[in-house]
């Protein structure tokens, strides 16, 4: 029999083109789930996903969305790991959004993040405002990084770019936000690989750090007045610690997400010979259907989790089994029973699952998608004649169970 087509790799691991072929042969596999090696039982069909994700029934919780992949004995066993989490992580941080079983807390949270009147709401008079704030960020990452040579550092750009968008919608000091890019990375890490030792202390580390330097951020935000998200949050009675991790988990939840999906939309669309799709990124109608596109195809988060707490059926007739699930909803956006030809921009299909379903679904939603879209049209608009730089691809990012990225560099000129 042929082997399962994510038994030993991951989405990250693969080129764009490679991703499109494993996908396929994911939703050709003759049983609807997996028991991958890292213990998480991974689902794929469209129909599936949904439900799973959005939890309704109390068979299936959202309470270990944000463990560590190793889990936390591991952790606990790692010596250097220590000193970060005393320092750190001592007393454990409150719950705030993906892992909060509290129905009611969460709501309040959620709300104050995207319900009507939510922080990270973008009303659409608001829009072109935000658009234009988004635009500034865009040439401040770019000034920030311009190296005088001819070759664009793509991933780093984008890295820089979410992270100031990201930063300055929580309300984080600028100081803090280049920091707060490597931070992120690495506590995605943590959620999606399998790390130790050195890699894994530090991981720790930059974790406690997002706290420590949330919690600073809120109580500066909050002594100086500054309407922003965590007067919102003190508004709405939410207790501080509990803003804290709200604020902390966004600063995590938004900058490898938002950067995962330009990079590997990007490596796609300056692939294409004909760069169809590229080109239609010079008008910001057509921009934004690209854009919505590369949300669907190859987000940069692939997969998040949740846990069975007994044996269970879905709806379609699956069955899980109790245990962690990983909720491949990247590869349920390919789904052909949901979307008849997933690799084309004219035929539609269902709700892509990118931003989950249900009560969790992301708060983030309309700022990373207005994110995307207005980077990629700036890309596109100051250097429409880039291609991919030539000489050797770059190396792949590491296995990755959840986040997705690529190494990108550009050459700012088509001929060269
Ligand atoms: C392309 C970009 C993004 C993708 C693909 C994405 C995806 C997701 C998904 C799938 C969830 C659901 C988690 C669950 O069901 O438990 C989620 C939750 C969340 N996202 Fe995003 N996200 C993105 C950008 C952002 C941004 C920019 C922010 C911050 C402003 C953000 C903040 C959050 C938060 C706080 C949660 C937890 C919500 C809750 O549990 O109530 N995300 N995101």
């Known amino acids: 029999m042929a082997e399962f087509p994510f038994a030993t790799v991951t989405a990250n691991e693969l080129s764009f083109a490679e991703r499109d072929e494993r996908y396929r042969r994911l939703h050709d596999w003759p049983q609807p789930t997996y028991r ?34 190793v889990g936390y004995p591991r952790v606990a066993a790692t010596p250097r790991a220590i000193p970060h989490l005393v320092r750190h992580l001592v007393p454990l941080p409150a719950k705030a959004t993906a892992d909060l079983t509290d129905r009611r807390l969460h709501k309040k949270v959620w709300d104050t993040m995207s319900g009507p009147a939510g922080h990270f709401r973008i009303p659409a008079a608001d829009r072109p405002r935000q658009a234009a704030a988004m635009e500034q960020h865009f ?74 330097v949330s919690g600073r951020a809120v109580d500066h935000n909050l002594r100086s007045g500054t309407v922003g998200f965590a007067t919102r949050l003190r508004d709405a009675g939410i207790p501080r610690r509990v803003a804290v991790s709200a604020m902390a988990n966004s600063l995590a939840a938004g900058v490898h997400t938002v950067s995962g999906t330009i990079q590997q939309g990007v490596q796609r669309l300056l692939s294409d010979p004909d760069r169809i799709w590229w080109d239609m990124l010079a008008e910001p109608d057509t921009a934004g259907r690209v854009a919505a596109k590369m949300l669907q195809l190859d987000p940069g988060l692939v997969a998040w989790k949740r846990r069975a707490l ?107």
């Open 36 to 69: 991958h090696s890292s213990g998480l039982r991974m689902i794929w069909k469209y129909e599936d996903v949904r439900e799973v994700l959005e939890a309704a029934s109390a068979a299936i919780t959202p309470a270990n969305a944000l463990e560590p992949l």
């Open 139 to 212: 040439h401040a990452a770019l000034d920030e990084l311009e190296t005088g040579t001819g070759e664009l550092d793509l991933t780093a750009l984008s890295i820089a770019y979410a992270t100031r968008v990201t930063g300055s919608m929580v309300g984080l000091p600028a100081a803090e936000w280049r920091r707060v890019a490597v931070w992120s990375g690495a506590q995605s890490g943590l959620l999606g690989r399998r790390m130790r030792g050195r890699e894994l202390a530090g991981a720790v580390a930059a974790l406690g750090q997002l706290f420590t």
């Open 310 to 416: 007994r044996p269970v059926t879905l709806a379609s007739g699956t069955e899980l089994p109790a245990g962690p699930v990983l909720v491949m909803f990247a590869a349920a956006n390919r789904d052909p029973a949901a979307f008849p030809d997933c690799l084309s921009l004219r035929r539609g299909g269902k709700m892509p699952l990118t931003f989950g379903f249900g009560a969790h679904t992301c708060p983030g939603k309309q700022c990373a998608t207005l994110a995307v879209e207005v980077f990629l049209h700036q890309l596109h608009a100051l250097v429409p004649e880039a291609r991919l730089a030539a000489g050797p691809p770059d190396p792949r990012p590491g296995p990755d169970l959840l986040f997705s990225g690529a190494r990108v560099r550009l050459a700012r000129d088509r001929r060269v």
